[in-house]
T-cell receptor, first 114, second 112 residues
Framework: AQSVTQLGSHVSVSEGALVLLRCNYSSSVPPYLFWYVQYPNQGLQLLLKYTTGATLVKGINGFEAEFKKSETSFHLTKPSAHMSDAAEYFCAVSENSGYSTLTFGKGTMLLVSP | ETGVTQSPTHLIKTRGQQVTLRCSSQSGHNTVSWYQQALGQGPQFIFQYYREEENGRGNFPPRFSGLQFPNYSSELNVNALELDDSALYLC???????????FGQGTRLTVV
């Protein structure tokens, strides 16, 4: 069975500050890991994913995440927050198969203040 | 724009009724999954269809059922609606063997 824990249901940062959203996973097989963003009344948009290879993954809108197997973590970072980054962020895990489904964390709401 | 569209966007139903939600995927996306996202929660997997056959199911009762059609569209049917079925229902589709799932904008179901 797989699971995802996102630490902090809400994270508040000032515009221009570092964004760090934490994600820890549990998986009995090598995982695929994903970060999705959800704006109000919208579906989910993929920010980035780790499947194999380089453990530092770069995504859209300046976000990146690092897969750390020893820590079972996949934290999301962005050097400088913009107001437009305010949204809910979901970390997800799947088995290393193109037919596997996603197991999501409960989400972290990112609040960005001027 | 993901190329995945869901209808309707909002729906209000009465407890005990039945509902059908629809999803239209991109051409070639022969794998479709449905998720339930309750307020303040992450999406939870309901079931997945591959080539019109169910090939995975989450912890949902049989009154949640689905269909997938050859034209890359699919349906989620829920019978005997309960108040706790109120949620955003998300459809996600992908190319065979691809890791990236493309999500629709969701259908917000309210059961009163």
């Amino acid at each position: 069975a797989q699971s995802v824990t996102q630490l902090g249901s809400h994270v508040s940062v000032s515009e221009g500050a570092l964004v760090l959203l934490r994600c820890n996973y549990s998986s009995s097989v090598p995982p695929y890991l994903f970060w999705y963003v959800q704006y109000p009344n919208q579906g989910l948009q993929l920010l980035l994913k780790y499947t194999t290879g380089a453990t530092l993954v770069k995504g859209i809108n300046g976000f990146e995440a690092e897969f750390k197997k020893s820590e079972t973590s996949f934290h999301l970072t962005k050097p400088s927050a913009h107001m437009s980054d305010a949204a809910e962020y979901f970390c997800a895990v799947s088995e290393n198969s193109g037919y596997s489904t996603l197991t999501f964390g409960k989400g972290t709401m990112l609040l960005v203040s001027p | 724009e993901t190329g995945v569209t869901q209808s309707p966007t909002h729906l209000i139903k009465t407890r005990g009724q039945q509902v059908t939600l629809r999803c239209s995927s991109q051409s070639g996306h022969n794998t479709v999954s449905w998720y339930q996202q309750a307020l303040g929660q992450g999406p939870q997997f309901i079931f997945q269809y591959y080539r019109e056959e169910e090939n995975g199911r989450g912890n949902f009762p049989p009154r949640f059922s689905g269909l997938q059609f050859p034209n890359y569209s699919s349906e989620l049917n829920v019978n005997a609606l309960e108040l706790d079925d109120s949620a955003l229902y998300l459809c996600a589709s992908r190319f065979p063997g691809d890791t990236e799932a493309f999500f629709g904008q969701g259908t917000r179901l309210t059961v009163v």
